[in-house]
């Protein structure tokens, strides 16, 4: 099995790459079977996104804070012969559309979730469609989000946005600190929908949409979809199911 090993920079890896190296060898990621990381989720997320297209599976090493996305460290054959027991889920990107004041297009892809959040003092006023029919007519608050399943235990469900099942076929549309619509709670949507987020006096109420981690500011309007061309394929050790990890957290463990 030929391996490509990533290393967050964020916390001092050198010991396990080094002894992983020697066990199991690396090559370029582009020659790889599957692409191994240490570290968070986020730097797996991040590895995602620069190596998605590459179409390899994705096996996460937990070297970070919480480690939601990813496996216990194990060495060498132990770790061959996890990839190898390992469960693939497959998941696909939202991909977003953000035109700014300046009328550029900007566009990213998202694993988790999209937001658009205001960037000053003012609130953020949003105007929400779903497939062309406008569903909120104004939305006066800190912003909102859109979530995949997989997404929906991260920002999505400290903004108590609901948690999905993986195979719910579902997104989450879920307001960030509302004040009007006082009691909206967001919604939930099939994943074929197109959801357009019109930005109200968007010269005077900054905001600015990120997908994952990939910022745009000055957004006057986003378009989101889910993108099901485009397919990245998450590994998770024999025990560490990423549905009963979904599930769990349903129940707040």
Same mark, same amino acid.
């Given at each position: 099995?030929?391996?490509?090993?990533?290393?967050?920079?964020?916390?001092?890896?050198?010991?396990?790459?080094?002894?992983?190296?020697?066990?199991?060898?690396?090559?370029?990621?582009?020659?790889?079977?599957?692409?191994?990381?240490?570290?968070?989720?986020?730097?797996?997320?991040?590895?995602?996104?620069?190596?998605?297209?590459?179409?390899?599976?994705?096996?996460?090493?937990?070297?970070?804070?919480?480690?939601?996305?990813?496996?216990?460290?194990?060495?060498?054959?132990?770790?061959?012969?996890?990839?190898?027991?390992?469960?693939?889920?497959?998941?696909?990107?939202?991909?977003?559309?953000?035109?700014?004041?300046?009328?550029?297009?900007?566009?990213? !892809?998202? /694993?988790?979730?999209?937001?658009?959040? =205001?960037?000053? &003092?003012? +609130?953020?006023?949003?105007?929400?469609? #779903? @497939?062309?029919?406008?569903?909120?007519?104004?939305?006066?608050?800190?912003?909102?989000?859109?979530?995949?399943?997989?997404?929906?235990?991260?920002?999505?469900?400290?903004?108590?946005?609901?948690?999905?099942?993986?195979?719910?076929?579902?997104?989450?549309?879920?307001?960030?600190?509302?004040?009007?619509?006082?009691?909206?709670?967001?919604?939930?949507?099939?994943?074929?929908?197109? !959801?357009? /987020?019109?930005?109200?006096?968007?010269? =005077?109420?900054? &905001?600015? +949409?990120?997908?994952?981690?990939?910022? #745009? @500011?000055?957004?006057?309007?986003?378009?989101?979809?889910?993108?099901?061309?485009?397919?990245?394929?998450?590994?998770?050790?024999?025990?560490?199911?990423?549905?009963?990890?979904?599930?769990?957290?349903?129940?707040?463990?």
């Amino acid at each position: 099995m030929k391996i490509a090993l990533f290393a967050s920079r964020k916390r001092d890896n050198t010991p396990e790459m080094e002894t992983l190296r020697r066990k199991v060898g690396a090559v370029d990621a582009k020659d790889a079977d599957v692409i191994v990381t240490l570290g968070g989720d986020g730097f797996l997320l991040r590895t995602l996104h620069e190596y998605v297209h590459l179409q390899k599976p994705f096996y996460g090493l937990h070297r970070g804070t919480h480690g939601f996305l990813l496996n216990e460290f194990g060495e060498g054959d132990d770790l061959i012969k996890a990839i190898k027991a390992a469960t693939p889920v497959h998941v696909h990107p939202l991909r977003m559309h953000a035109k700014r004041l300046d009328g550029s297009i900007v566009e990213h !892809i998202a /694993f988790n979730e999209v937001s658009l959040t =205001r960037t000053g &003092v003012q +609130a953020a006023k949003l105007k929400i469609a #779903v @497939d062309g029919q406008t569903r909120v007519e104004q939305l006066v608050g800190d912003g909102a989000l859109v979530a995949t399943p997989m997404g929906s235990t991260a920002y999505n469900l400290s903004a108590y946005g609901p948690i999905l099942p993986l195979n719910a076929n579902l997104l989450a549309l879920t307001p960030i600190c509302p004040f009007r619509p006082r009691r909206w709670s967001g919604a939930l949507l099939d994943d074929n929908a197109k !959801i357009t /987020f019109d930005v109200l006096d968007a010269d =005077r109420r900054n &905001v600015h +949409a990120i997908a994952d981690f990939h910022e #745009v @500011d000055e957004v006057v309007s986003t378009t989101i979809t889910l993108d099901k061309t485009q397919t990245a394929t998450l590994l998770f050790a024999e025990g560490n199911s990423l549905e009963d990890r979904i599930l769990a957290e349903q129940f707040g463990f």
